[in-house]
């Protein structure tokens, strides 16, 4: 069956996103600054030619072979020596979905057991579809409306299983981005069972690259770090079960040459909140191929006849003007076409939240408290942390018992928001939906509904088990006590946390062929119970949370605008971690405090929250007063600059290394009217002296500083820099240029 569909909106246009040259079998896919092509070949191999800056020819067969063929590479016998080029082997061409056993030594993304036992894999061209718009993968994934995005779809299939592959690919016209995602059907009679099926691979030309990845771990989350491509696999991946905070699906393969400014970058970002693996194998030819996707550690589907499997998106960017750009197209991206709910375009409230000032030890006049105090200095929300539920007065008990305490919120919860609510701020609340406590009513009514497997101990971390939530009835459990306390109650802001990994991956409801199916359908079983309250609650601000960072991915984005960042508040530690975070994710989705960690001044820990949702976690009566004079001017700071941060474009003038004395970013609007440029002296080292060229601006716009008045020419501002020396007002005040302080400079065009 030959399938070719055309149904663009721009049948005839030669400007479309997505071209097929029927003559030549290309498959051409442009974006703003980007093109992708692959060719049908022979026998239906589908054979990557080219991604990378964007180039009008659609000569590209020369790149289906890429060099000499030796006998170790095996050939399809119906093409030996047919190709023109010496032999045509899976072995050396680059492939546009590698599949495992019939050929590709290198890394496979598809590996399917078939009724016989075999895992060889191998599939081929079928026939494809064009249209416009984007469909719904039936997933966390990026949307578009039909005149913002085209859409191929390349039907594959392996003639021996019937397993019939379905490769998306969606163009962001405006964009230079695009996102590949995989549907599998078992159209044979026969059961099959993945092995493993990635969402996207990409074979480079040569190895001459770096690859630029986020590590981390709680309270380090996303550290930006840096290596050569070797030869052999650097794979970066999460096991746990969730993206976690060791790795972040996020990889960026980049020129050796590549810097903030300069060089092309290939950003790589997961839309999945589970186990992950994104890897770079260089191989003896000098080749580089890039495969990610679900990790396929601990990972089989069954797949039933007439079932079908969906792999998630993978969303690809690419730049020739370095990481900086590389992240402002991730951003623009995800502000328009990831992030659904309604709080993306509304300003965000300043939010006073208690964990950090009172733990556990808290009752309804010590929220009051805090609340009448945050009225003073203007806040807008108070959050009510972990600990108001069954009987939390630590972290050993009451997860899955979601009434509230009344011994500590004496008169019940509406009674407490009420008094919030009439000092003027709204309330918000805590939740970790997916957790039970072995010490709660759940658990005792229900000692089967935790993630498990038969006759083994569970392990246990912060004294709780992991729900097994991809059994329906427990979502609906969990489901319909939140939803009771959320409809009766004025709750305007849910913390969804999530605090420990997954072990003894197993499911008691599942049968024992379908116990490596666990950690996936646990996403999907999160991806629901999210979708079921966004749905039911759409004015609810959620923010996700996991041990600070520890689920911060494109798939939270999709439901929560907002994530905690992380549980490290202290200024100087967050510039590495917003700085690397800021790699893919736009800065309205930082979840930042200002917090008790005095080792800067206040002001400094408001203009490092300020690159984000802005809020504080501290205990505001315990403040000086001269700290409560500064938390005013931070709050009028933060809608002054609310759009400028929420909507401009970041650029990272100074990055926190190791070495650096001081880190700076800026924010730039999108018509480059008015700069925010922020600066932090990160260690002691005093100077009188200190140019920071800022970058982003109209060379031909004069730029008044807002503080001086004086004017200077974007131009100047940004080859000849800006001098930032700082003014001595005495001892003992802080100034820029001293430990820990930090000055943010507004410039303003003339009009
Ligand atoms: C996690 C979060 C914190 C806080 C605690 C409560 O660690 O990251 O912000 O909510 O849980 O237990």
Redesign the pocket.
């Known amino acids: 069956m030959l399938i070719s569909e055309h149904n663009s909106r721009k049948e005839k246009d030669t400007d479309m996103a997505i071209n097929f040259d029927e003559q030549k079998k290309i498959f051409k896919l442009d974006t703003l600054n980007s093109s992708y092509a692959f060719q049908i070949y022979d026998e239906g191999y589908i054979v990557h030619l080219y991604y990378g800056g964007k180039i009008p020819d659609n000569n590209l067969t020369q790149f289906l072979n890429r060099g000499m063929y030796n006998s170790s590479h095996p050939e399809n016998e119906k093409l030996l020596n047919s190709s023109g080029f010496g032999a045509f082997s899976q072995d050396i061409q680059p492939m546009e979905y590698s599949t495992w056993g019939a050929g590709d030594y290198r890394l496979p993304c598809l590996e399917i057991t078939n009724i016989n036992g075999d895992s060889t894999t191998d599939v081929r061209y079928v026939g494809y579809k064009i249209y416009d718009g984007k469909p719904d993968i039936g997933m966390p994934a990026t949307f578009a409306a039909e005149d913002e995005a085209q859409t191929l779809e390349i039907y594959a299939e392996d003639k021996v299983t019937s397993a019939y592959v379905t490769l998306i690919y969606t163009v962001f016209e405006k964009l230079s981005a695009m996102t590949r995602a995989v549907k599998l059907e078992n159209k044979s009679e026969d059961v099959l069972r993945i092995n493993r099926i990635l969402s996207c691979c990409v074979d480079f030309s040569g190895m001459d690259y770096d690859l630029v990845h986020l590590y981390g771990q709680w309270g380090k989350e996303r550290t930006e770090t840096r290596v050569p491509v070797s030869h052999g696999i650097q794979t970066i991946s999460s096991t746990r079960g969730v993206s976690g905070h060791f790795h972040n699906p996020f990889m960026a393969v980049v020129g050796k040459d590549c810097t903030e400014e300069h060089g092309e970058a290939y950003g790589f970002n997961l839309v999945y909140s589970g186990n992950f693996e994104m890897s770079v194998e260089a191989d003896a030819r000098n080749t580089a191929r890039f495969v990610g996707g679900i990790g396929h550690d601990g990972f089989e589907w069954k797949l039933e006849p007439g079932d079908s499997f969906m792999a998630p998106e993978m969303v690809m960017v690419y730049s020739d003007e370095g990481m900086g750009e590389m992240s402002r197209t991730f951003h623009k991206l995800y502000m328009q076409h990831l992030i659904r709910s309604k709080w993306k375009d509304v300003r965000r409230p300043i939010l006073i939240?208690s964990?950090?000032a009172a733990?556990f030890d808290f009752d309804d006049d010590k929220l009051v408290a805090f609340a009448e105090e945050a009225k003073k200095l203007g806040m807008d929300m108070l959050v009510m942390?972990?600990?108001w539920f069954g009987k939390r007065n630590d972290?050993h008990s009451s997860l899955g018992d979601w009434f509230v305490n009344e011994k500590k919120l004496k008169g019940g919860l509406s009674s407490l928001i009420k008094r919030v609510n009439d000092i003027g701020l709204k309330f918000g609340i805590?939740y970790?939906p997916e957790m039970i406590s072995p010490d709660s009513e759940l658990y005792r009514a229900h000692p089967d509904w935790c993630i498990q497997v038969k006759g083994r101990e569970k392990s246990i971390a912060r004294y709780q088990y992991v729900l097994d939530i991809t059994r329906e009835e427990v979502r609906d459990n969990i489901f319909n006590q939140m939803y009771d306390v959320l409809s009766k109650n004025n709750i305007d802001y849910v913390?969804w946390?999530f605090?420990r990994y997954i072990t003894e991956p197993g499911s008691l409801a599942l049968p024992a062929d379908r116990q490596k199916e666990v950690f996936h359908r646990f996403t999907l079983g999160t991806y629901d119970m999210m979708k079921r309250f966004t749905e039911a609650f759409p004015d609810i601000l959620f923010e996700n949370?996991?041990?600070?960072g520890g689920r911060f991915d494109p798939a939270m984005l999709y439901y929560s605008p907002q994530i905690?960042t992380s549980?490290c508040t202290d200024a100087i530690e967050r510039l590495t971690i917003q700085f690397g975070t800021s790699l893919c994710y736009p800065a309205s989705s930082f979840g930042a405090h200002v917090a008790n960690r005095p080792r800067t001044p206040i002001s400094t820990r408001g203009d490092v929250a300020l690159w984000g949702t802005f809020g504080y976690?501290l205990d505001p009566r315990k403040l000086s007063d001269a700290d409560k004079e500064t938390v005013k001017v931070q709050v009028k700071e933060y809608d002054k600059y609310y759009d400028l941060i929420h909507f401009g474009e970041l650029y990272r003038v100074i990055k926190p290394t190791d070495d650096a004395f001081q880190c700076a970013w800026e924010f730039v609007s999108e018509d480059k009217s008015e700069a925010l440029l922020t600066a932090v002296t990160m260690r002691q080292r005093e100077t009188s002296n200190c140019v920071i060229k800022l970058k982003g601006l109209d060379p031909e716009k004069i730029y008044i500083d807002e503080e001086t008045g004086e004017r200077y020419s974007g131009a100047l501002l940004m080859k000849a820099g800006f001098v930032i020396t700082p003014v001595f007002k005495g001892w003992g005040i802080p100034m820029y240029g001293t430990d820990g302080s930090s000055i943010k400079k507004h410039f303003v065009a003339e009009k």
């Open positions: 939240n964990w950090e733990l942390d972990d600990g972290d805590w970790e913390k946390d605090n949370c996991s041990s600070g905690w549980d976690e």
